[in-house]
């Protein structure tokens, strides 16, 4: 279960580009952080901001390999419940 305070933190998390870089995690499963980097064209240090705050809101796992750590999904599907 998530929990936001309020729509604007649910909407400052849940923004367009997190949505599509955790669209992106999911399909195409990269084996590192760097290889996300890559693929995205986003600065590593920024990435991994990001990431770490998807992680925070329990959307994103990293797994340790050896010497690298990839991100993976959590969920291929969320379900916002107001009230």
Do not use: H, K
Request: charged share 25%; net charge negative.
């Amino acid at each position: 279960m998530l929990w936001f305070e309020s729509m604007a933190a649910l909407a400052e998390v849940l923004n367009d580009d997190s949505r599509a870089l955790l669209r992106t995690v999911r399909e195409s499963q990269p084996a590192s952080v760097c290889a996300l980097a890559e693929a995205t064209g986003l600065e590593p240090g920024r990435l991994m901001r990001t990431l770490r705050m998807l992680a925070n809101y329990g959307l994103v796992d990293f797994v340790g390999e050896g010497e690298r750590v990839r991100p993976v999904v959590n969920a291929t599907s969320y379900r916002i419940v107001m009230g």
